[in-house]
Protein backbone atom coordinates (compact mmCIF):
# COMPACT_ATOMS: atom_id res chain seq x y z
CA UNK A 1 0.00 0.00 0.00
CA UNK A 2 3.27 2.04 0.83
CA UNK A 3 4.87 1.47 -2.07
CA UNK A 4 5.23 4.79 -3.72
CA UNK A 5 5.69 6.35 -0.39
CA UNK A 6 8.51 3.80 0.32
CA UNK A 7 10.22 4.86 -3.40
CA UNK A 8 10.30 8.14 -2.61
CA UNK A 9 11.98 7.39 0.67
CA UNK A 10 14.63 4.92 -0.71
CA UNK A 11 16.00 7.10 -2.87
CA UNK A 12 17.40 8.62 0.48
CA UNK A 13 19.56 5.94 0.61
CA UNK A 14 21.99 7.75 3.27
CA UNK A 15 19.18 8.80 6.02
CA UNK A 16 19.77 6.90 9.31
CA UNK A 17 18.08 4.59 11.95
CA UNK A 18 17.53 7.44 14.79
CA UNK A 19 16.05 6.98 18.17
CA UNK A 20 12.72 8.58 18.82
CA UNK A 21 12.56 7.39 22.44
CA UNK A 22 15.78 8.88 23.63
CA UNK A 23 14.76 10.72 26.98
CA UNK A 24 13.68 13.82 26.73
CA UNK A 25 15.68 16.82 28.11
CA UNK A 26 14.88 18.84 30.91
CA UNK A 27 14.78 21.76 29.14
CA UNK A 28 11.75 23.08 27.14
CA UNK A 29 11.43 21.42 23.60
CA UNK A 30 12.09 25.21 22.13
CA UNK A 31 14.07 27.97 23.68
CA UNK A 32 15.74 30.79 21.52
CA UNK A 33 17.97 33.48 23.10
CA UNK A 34 17.96 36.65 21.35
CA UNK A 35 17.79 35.36 18.37
CA UNK A 36 18.78 37.32 14.92
CA UNK A 37 17.90 36.21 11.22
CA UNK A 38 19.60 38.52 8.14
CA UNK A 39 18.91 38.03 4.93
CA UNK A 40 20.93 39.16 2.26
CA UNK A 41 18.27 40.63 -0.58
CA UNK A 42 20.31 42.35 -3.34
CA UNK A 43 23.23 44.83 -1.73
CA UNK A 44 20.82 45.17 1.35
CA UNK A 45 20.33 43.59 4.97
CA UNK A 46 16.83 42.55 5.36
CA UNK A 47 16.89 41.96 9.71
CA UNK A 48 14.00 39.58 9.49
CA UNK A 49 14.48 38.64 13.35
CA UNK A 50 16.66 41.10 15.30
CA UNK A 51 17.23 39.62 19.21
CA UNK A 52 13.87 37.36 19.78
CA UNK A 53 14.18 35.32 23.44
CA UNK A 54 11.57 32.67 23.58
CA UNK A 55 10.54 29.35 25.35
CA UNK A 56 8.07 27.31 24.56
CA UNK A 57 6.88 24.16 26.61
CA UNK A 58 5.29 20.90 26.63
CA UNK A 59 1.61 21.01 25.94
CA UNK A 60 1.66 24.32 25.17
CA UNK A 61 -0.11 25.88 22.58
CA UNK A 62 1.12 29.72 21.13
CA UNK A 63 0.16 32.06 18.63
CA UNK A 64 2.61 34.33 17.09
CA UNK A 65 0.77 37.35 15.38
CA UNK A 66 1.69 40.63 13.82
CA UNK A 67 1.49 42.11 10.32
CA UNK A 68 2.58 40.75 7.03
CA UNK A 69 6.90 40.77 7.21
CA UNK A 70 7.12 41.09 11.18
CA UNK A 71 9.35 37.64 11.07
CA UNK A 72 6.81 35.13 11.89
CA UNK A 73 7.79 32.36 9.44
CA UNK A 74 11.45 33.15 9.81
CA UNK A 75 10.57 32.36 13.54
CA UNK A 76 8.87 28.96 12.40
CA UNK A 77 11.92 28.08 10.33
CA UNK A 78 14.35 28.46 12.76
CA UNK A 79 12.13 26.37 15.38
CA UNK A 80 11.79 23.64 12.14
CA UNK A 81 15.79 23.77 11.48
CA UNK A 82 15.09 24.28 7.90
CA UNK A 83 17.14 27.69 8.36
CA UNK A 84 19.77 28.66 11.02
CA UNK A 85 20.32 31.61 12.73
CA UNK A 86 22.42 34.56 12.03
CA UNK A 87 23.44 35.11 15.69
CA UNK A 88 21.92 34.33 19.08
CA UNK A 89 21.16 30.57 20.35
CA UNK A 90 17.97 28.17 19.00
CA UNK A 91 18.11 25.08 20.81
CA UNK A 92 15.78 22.81 19.78
CA UNK A 93 14.81 19.47 22.39
CA UNK A 94 18.15 20.36 24.02
CA UNK A 95 20.46 20.81 20.91
CA UNK A 96 21.93 23.81 19.82
CA UNK A 97 20.77 24.18 15.64
CA UNK A 98 24.02 25.98 14.56
CA UNK A 99 26.24 23.54 16.23
CA UNK A 100 24.79 20.60 14.41
CA UNK A 101 26.35 18.69 11.44
CA UNK A 102 23.97 18.54 8.49
CA UNK A 103 22.71 14.57 9.23
CA UNK A 104 21.80 15.51 12.77
CA UNK A 105 20.28 18.55 11.56
CA UNK A 106 18.16 16.41 9.28
CA UNK A 107 17.22 13.95 12.41
CA UNK A 108 16.05 16.89 14.12
CA UNK A 109 13.91 18.08 11.95
CA UNK A 110 12.47 15.23 10.47
CA UNK A 111 12.05 12.82 14.30
CA UNK A 112 11.47 16.43 16.55
CA UNK A 113 9.24 18.69 14.41
CA UNK A 114 6.02 18.40 12.50
CA UNK A 115 4.49 21.07 10.11
CA UNK A 116 1.35 22.19 8.92
CA UNK A 117 1.10 24.52 5.94
CA UNK A 118 -1.33 27.18 4.84
CA UNK A 119 -2.01 25.21 1.08
CA UNK A 120 -1.70 22.16 2.70
CA UNK A 121 1.57 21.06 0.75
CA UNK A 122 0.32 17.20 0.28
CA UNK A 123 1.66 15.33 -2.25
CA UNK A 124 -0.96 15.18 -5.33
CA UNK A 125 0.81 11.74 -6.73
CA UNK A 126 0.02 10.19 -3.39
CA UNK A 127 -2.67 9.04 -1.65
CA UNK A 128 -3.72 10.00 1.95
CA UNK A 129 -2.31 7.35 3.44
CA UNK A 130 0.44 7.38 1.84
CA UNK A 131 1.11 11.38 2.17
CA UNK A 132 0.73 10.44 6.05
CA UNK A 133 2.74 7.55 6.00
CA UNK A 134 6.02 9.77 4.86
CA UNK A 135 7.40 10.82 8.19
CA UNK A 136 7.39 7.46 9.04
CA UNK A 137 8.79 5.88 5.96
CA UNK A 138 11.74 8.79 6.39
CA UNK A 139 12.08 6.87 9.68
CA UNK A 140 12.51 2.83 8.31
CA UNK A 141 9.38 2.27 10.81
CA UNK A 142 8.56 -1.46 9.75
CA UNK A 143 4.97 -1.14 7.55
CA UNK A 144 2.99 -2.74 9.54
CA UNK A 145 3.51 -0.63 12.47
CA UNK A 146 3.45 2.29 10.38
CA UNK A 147 0.10 1.10 8.61
CA UNK A 148 -1.45 1.06 11.90
CA UNK A 149 -0.06 4.34 13.32
CA UNK A 150 -1.23 6.10 9.91
CA UNK A 151 -4.97 4.45 10.02
CA UNK A 152 -5.32 5.34 13.75
CA UNK A 153 -3.95 8.49 13.36
CA UNK A 154 -6.27 9.16 10.26
CA UNK A 155 -9.43 8.02 12.72
CA UNK A 156 -7.72 10.58 15.17
CA UNK A 157 -8.61 13.56 12.52
CA UNK A 158 -11.53 12.01 11.07
CA UNK A 159 -10.64 11.42 7.68
CA UNK A 160 -10.13 7.22 7.85
CA UNK A 161 -12.79 6.69 5.77
CA UNK A 162 -10.48 8.85 3.07
CA UNK A 163 -7.83 6.97 3.40
CA UNK A 164 -7.23 5.88 -0.14
CA UNK A 165 -8.38 9.26 -2.04
CA UNK A 166 -5.76 11.53 -3.38
CA UNK A 167 -6.06 15.26 -2.58
CA UNK A 168 -7.70 16.31 -5.41
CA UNK A 169 -10.56 14.19 -4.52
CA UNK A 170 -11.27 15.47 -0.99
CA UNK A 171 -12.33 19.27 0.18
CA UNK A 172 -10.03 21.90 2.28
CA UNK A 173 -10.68 20.56 5.09
CA UNK A 174 -10.11 17.35 4.31
CA UNK A 175 -6.58 18.11 3.00
CA UNK A 176 -5.76 19.96 6.27
CA UNK A 177 -6.84 17.22 8.39
CA UNK A 178 -4.89 14.98 6.52
CA UNK A 179 -1.62 17.30 6.41
CA UNK A 180 -2.23 17.27 10.27
CA UNK A 181 -2.04 13.71 10.72
CA UNK A 182 0.91 13.97 8.87
CA UNK A 183 2.69 16.23 10.75
CA UNK A 184 1.78 14.52 13.72
CA UNK A 185 2.35 10.45 12.95
CA UNK A 186 5.45 10.16 14.04
CA UNK A 187 4.31 12.37 17.43
CA UNK A 188 7.04 15.12 17.22
CA UNK A 189 7.72 16.77 20.43
CA UNK A 190 7.33 20.13 18.55
CA UNK A 191 4.02 21.18 15.83
CA UNK A 192 4.79 24.57 13.83
CA UNK A 193 1.42 25.83 11.87
CA UNK A 194 2.11 28.42 9.36
CA UNK A 195 -1.73 30.09 8.68
CA UNK A 196 -2.80 26.65 9.33
CA UNK A 197 -7.07 28.28 8.81
CA UNK A 198 -5.46 30.91 6.36
CA UNK A 199 -7.57 28.67 3.64
CA UNK A 200 -10.23 27.51 5.60
CA UNK A 201 -13.41 27.98 5.85
CA UNK A 202 -15.35 28.82 9.62
CA UNK A 203 -15.99 25.16 10.02
CA UNK A 204 -13.23 23.40 8.79
CA UNK A 205 -10.81 26.41 10.53
CA UNK A 206 -12.84 25.31 14.26
CA UNK A 207 -12.21 21.78 13.64
CA UNK A 208 -8.15 22.01 12.82
CA UNK A 209 -8.32 24.61 16.10
CA UNK A 210 -9.90 22.07 18.30
CA UNK A 211 -7.06 19.75 16.87
CA UNK A 212 -4.26 21.54 17.68
CA UNK A 213 -6.28 22.27 21.33
CA UNK A 214 -5.83 18.65 21.40
CA UNK A 215 -2.43 18.05 20.82
CA UNK A 216 -1.33 20.89 23.21
CA UNK A 217 -3.50 18.61 25.74
CA UNK A 218 -1.33 15.64 24.96
CA UNK A 219 1.92 17.44 25.56
CA UNK A 220 2.90 18.41 22.13
CA UNK A 221 4.41 22.05 22.09
CA UNK A 222 2.85 24.24 19.49
CA UNK A 223 3.58 27.27 17.69
CA UNK A 224 1.00 28.55 15.07
CA UNK A 225 1.73 31.81 13.43
CA UNK A 226 -1.68 33.12 12.31
CA UNK A 227 -3.13 36.47 11.35
CA UNK A 228 -6.60 35.11 12.60
CA UNK A 229 -7.91 36.77 16.12
CA UNK A 230 -9.76 33.46 15.84
CA UNK A 231 -7.26 30.93 15.85
CA UNK A 232 -4.88 32.97 18.69
CA UNK A 233 -8.04 33.06 20.97
CA UNK A 234 -7.96 29.53 21.35
CA UNK A 235 -4.54 29.55 22.83
CA UNK A 236 -2.79 29.61 26.01
CA UNK A 237 -0.19 32.44 25.14
CA UNK A 238 -0.20 35.15 22.49
CA UNK A 239 2.92 36.45 21.22
CA UNK A 240 2.95 39.48 19.10
CA UNK A 241 5.56 40.63 16.78
CA UNK A 242 6.81 43.53 15.23
CA UNK A 243 10.11 44.34 13.30
CA UNK A 244 11.49 41.11 13.86
CA UNK A 245 11.53 42.01 17.72
CA UNK A 246 8.64 40.90 20.29
CA UNK A 247 6.47 43.48 21.36
CA UNK A 248 4.16 41.54 23.52
CA UNK A 249 4.17 38.03 24.99
CA UNK A 250 0.99 37.14 27.25
CA UNK A 251 -0.81 34.12 28.62
CA UNK A 252 -4.66 34.28 27.66
CA UNK A 253 -5.33 33.26 31.09
CA UNK A 254 -7.47 30.27 29.55
N1 LIG B 1 14.50 34.17 1.85
C1 LIG B 1 14.40 35.49 2.11
N2 LIG B 1 15.24 36.36 1.52
C2 LIG B 1 15.19 37.70 1.79
N3 LIG B 1 14.30 38.25 2.63
C3 LIG B 1 13.44 37.42 3.24
C4 LIG B 1 13.42 36.01 3.01
N4 LIG B 1 12.45 35.44 3.76
C5 LIG B 1 11.86 36.46 4.41
N5 LIG B 1 12.44 37.63 4.12
C6 LIG B 1 12.09 38.95 4.67
O1 LIG B 1 12.13 38.83 6.09
C7 LIG B 1 11.06 39.55 6.68
C8 LIG B 1 10.21 38.60 7.51
O2 LIG B 1 9.54 37.70 6.65
P1 LIG B 1 8.56 36.55 7.18
O3 LIG B 1 8.26 35.68 6.02
O4 LIG B 1 9.15 35.91 8.36
O5 LIG B 1 7.26 37.41 7.60
P2 LIG B 1 5.86 36.91 8.14
O6 LIG B 1 5.63 37.57 9.44
O7 LIG B 1 5.76 35.44 8.09
O8 LIG B 1 4.85 37.55 7.07
P3 LIG B 1 3.44 37.00 6.51
O9 LIG B 1 2.42 37.32 7.57
O10 LIG B 1 3.23 37.81 5.28
O11 LIG B 1 3.58 35.54 6.22
C9 LIG B 1 10.30 40.22 5.53
O12 LIG B 1 10.81 41.53 5.39
C10 LIG B 1 10.67 39.37 4.35
O13 LIG B 1 10.62 40.13 3.16
MG1 LIG C 1 4.61 34.08 6.98
Known sequence: MFAQA???VSMRSSIDVHDARRAAPAEPPVALEAVVKTYRSGSDDVRALDGVSLDVAAG???AIVGPSGCGKSTLLNLVG???LPTGGSVRIRGQETSSLGDD???R???DGVGTIFQFFNLLPALTVEENVALPLMLQRVDRAAARERVAAVLRDVGIAEKARAYPAE???GQMQRAAVARAIVHRPAILLADEPTGNLDQRNGEIVLALLRELAGRGQAILMATHSAEASSICDRVIVMKDGRIVSDASSGR
Open 170 to 172: ISG
Open 81 to 83: CVD
Open 60 to 62: ELV
Open 108 to 110: LRR
Open 104 to 106: ALT
Open 6 to 8: ASI
